[in-house]
């Protein structure tokens, strides 16, 4: 299950075998109790200093990795019956803190690459995409006490 980062969130690192001329980075071996079945996968890009944000999925159960660059998770819990209601944290993602980052439904949560140039993520979803079971908010909403600096 890995490092609780906040409730229903969990970071599990995962070491990269670097060899000469490059690295193998893994992903997921088959399915857990974190990936019960599998819906689909894509890459998602990330522009530098430039929020993608807010998103709260009903179902999807997202598993990330960021084989490129470096990007800075964002979450917010707006559970009341949550251990961590009304907290926000952030977590960042690289090279040189890779590993599995899953994200459970029902938390509040954006990105925005912190790398000079464009990052991605790799996310391995228990379901396939489907517009109605997410909510989104724009990034500079102010239900979400978070604001999005670059300085
Ligand atoms: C994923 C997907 C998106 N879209 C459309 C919906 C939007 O109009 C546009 C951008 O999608 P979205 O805003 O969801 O992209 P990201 O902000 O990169 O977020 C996605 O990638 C990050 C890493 C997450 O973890 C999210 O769960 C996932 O939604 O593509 C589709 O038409 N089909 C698809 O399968």
Same mark, same amino acid.
């Given at each position: 299950m890995g490092t609780e980062i906040i409730s229903g969130v969990y970071f599990t690192p995962l070491a990269p075998i670097v060899t000469t001329g490059g690295s193998v980075m893994h992903a997921i071996k088959g399915l857990d109790q974190d990936l019960q079945q599998f819906g689909e996968c894509y890459f998602s890009t990330a522009d530098s200093k430039s929020p993608k944000a807010w998103k709260k999925h009903s179902q999807m159960v997202c598993n990330l990795f960021v084989p490129y660059g470096a990007v800075k998770f964002v979450f917010f819990d707006d559970r009341e019956? @949550? &251990?961590?209601?009304?907290k926000v944290v952030d977590f960042t993602l690289s090279r040189q803190n890779y590993g599995r980052l899953v994200i459970n439904p029902g938390i509040w949560f954006g990105f925005s690459a912190i790398s000079e140039s464009e990052s991605v993520i790799l996310n391995i979803a228990?379901?396939?995409?489907?517009? @109605? &079971?997410s909510i989104r908010l724009d990034p500079?909403?102010?239900?979400?006490?978070?604001k999005w600096n670059f300085d």
């Amino acid at each position: 299950m890995g490092t609780e980062i906040i409730s229903g969130v969990y970071f599990t690192p995962l070491a990269p075998i670097v060899t000469t001329g490059g690295s193998v980075m893994h992903a997921i071996k088959g399915l857990d109790q974190d990936l019960q079945q599998f819906g689909e996968c894509y890459f998602s890009t990330a522009d530098s200093k430039s929020p993608k944000a807010w998103k709260k999925h009903s179902q999807m159960v997202c598993n990330l990795f960021v084989p490129y660059g470096a990007v800075k998770f964002v979450f917010f819990d707006d559970r009341e019956n @949550s &251990e961590t209601y009304g907290k926000v944290v952030d977590f960042t993602l690289s090279r040189q803190n890779y590993g599995r980052l899953v994200i459970n439904p029902g938390i509040w949560f954006g990105f925005s690459a912190i790398s000079e140039s464009e990052s991605v993520i790799l996310n391995i979803a228990n379901i396939k995409h489907e517009p @109605s &079971e997410s909510i989104r908010l724009d990034p500079y909403d102010l239900t979400i006490p978070y604001k999005w600096n670059f300085d």
